[in-house]
């Protein structure tokens, strides 16, 4: 199994273009979840989705949209960058669906994105 | 929503020193506690968790936390720490619903 993959690496952005962070999944994972991580303030939820077809918004929302249309797959996309979205995008996935969230969370290798 | 404080944000400890990673969180409703260890340029793994049962849990790597319900504590602990465990560590909670993280906890271990 491949686990958690994300796409791209590295991304530098310019103040207003649009992107997607692609993030994979091969384990069959209901739960999937996208955060951001900022120097002092850990790791912090955008989005999250309990399965196919559902999605729900986190702590921090705001200029990013998200779809599952399959199991697998859980895009990220950024509207219109801003610099303040400079960060490092993590995606994560887990056995249970949202409602039942005890179980390990399985974490990619993180998108490093740099808005200029 | 929960929260889950880290109280240090840097710890230096020798090699084979003892080590303590404080965590502590504010919730109404039962939750789920958890350790996730990042080392440089990587994603979280997970350390070890708490579900129900022994409040004692340990890892496979001589790490443990043991879960405090009156001081509302999950500290993280190791009796001697390697070289190897120089990374940041997290603490998050589960409300059942959703992830809460800490703000990280740096572990330096020095030769």
């Known amino acids: 199994n491949a686990g958690v993959t994300q796409t791209p690496k590295f991304q530098v952005l310019k103040t207003g273009q649009s992107m997607t962070l692609q993030c994979a999944q091969d384990?069959?994972?209901?739960?999937m979840s996208w955060y951001r991580q900022d120097p002092g303030m850990g790791l912090r939820l955008i989005h999250y989705?309990?399965?196919?077809?559902?999605?729900d918004q986190g702590e921090v929302p705001n200029g990013y949209n998200v779809s599952r249309s399959t199991t697998e797959d859980f895009p990220l996309r950024l509207l219109s960058a801003a610099p303040s979205q400079t960060s490092v995008y993590f995606c994560?996935?887990?056995?249970?669906?949202?409602?039942?969230?005890?179980?390990?969370?399985?974490f990619g290798p993180g998108t490093r994105l740099t808005v200029l | 929503a929960q929260s889950v404080t880290q109280l240090d944000s840097q710890v230096p400890v020798f090699e084979e020193a003892p080590v303590e990673l404080r965590c502590n969180y504010s919730?109404?409703?039962?939750?789920?506690l958890f350790w996730y260890v990042q080392y440089p340029n990587q994603g979280l793994q997970l350390l070890l968790k708490?579900?129900?049962?022994?409040?004692l849990v340990e890892s496979i790597n001589g790490f443990e936390a043991e879960f405090n319900k009156s001081q509302t504590s999950f500290h993280l602990r190791k009796p001697s720490v390697h070289i190897s465990d120089t990374a940041e560590y997290f603490c998050?909670?589960?409300?059942?619903?959703?992830?809460?993280f800490g703000t990280g906890t740096s572990l330096t271990v020095i030769p």
């Open positions: 998050a909670v589960s409300d059942g619903n959703q992830f809460y």
């Open positions: 708490y579900l129900s049962g022994s409040t």
């Open positions: 994560a996935s887990s056995y249970n669906p949202g409602g039942t969230s005890t179980d390990t969370q399985y």
């Open positions: 919730s109404s409703v039962s939750v789920y």
């Open positions: 384990m069959n994972h209901e739960y």
């Open positions: 989705s309990v399965g196919a077809g559902i999605t």
